[in-house]
């Protein structure tokens, strides 16, 4: 599987952004979607998954109720949509496959990551 992540650019605080990561390969379907990031001089972290059917999402409590993952398996893709963006969540954010959704916040699970791209967010 490749992944190809964009849609990250420059957004003042408060403001939107919609990740897009798409996948390549027949067997987008049964793999499990993550998005992670790093911010400069720190360690990359969870930020959201979703199981491969779709029907289950995690996040961490950072981003809850601001953050929304979603994928549209006939389009090989995963969205990270995010709202109401603060200036602690820039970062360059990773896409990540995993075979497994068992320890899907952690990054030794995920077995294919995307180029990352990157998200600026001005106070």
């Known amino acids: 599987v490749q992944l190809q992540a964009s849609g990250g650019g420059l957004v003042q605080a408060g403001g939107s952004l919609r990740l897009s990561c798409a996948a390549s390969g027949r067997s987008f379907s049964s793999y499990s979607m993550g998005w992670f990031r790093q911010a400069p001089g720190k360690e990359r972290e969870f930020v959201a998954a979703?199981?491969?059917?779709?029907?289950?999402?995690d996040y961490t409590d950072s981003v809850k109720g601001r953050f929304t993952i979603s994928r549209d398996n006939a389009k090989n893709t995963v969205y990270l949509q995010m709202n109401s963006l603060k200036p602690e969540d820039t970062a360059v954010y990773y896409c990540a496959a995993a075979a497994s959704y068992r320890d899907y916040n952690r990054a030794y699970a995920y077995n294919y990551w995307g180029q990352g791209t990157e998200v600026t967010v001005s106070s």
């Open positions: 979703i199981k491969w059917s779709g029907g289950v999402t």
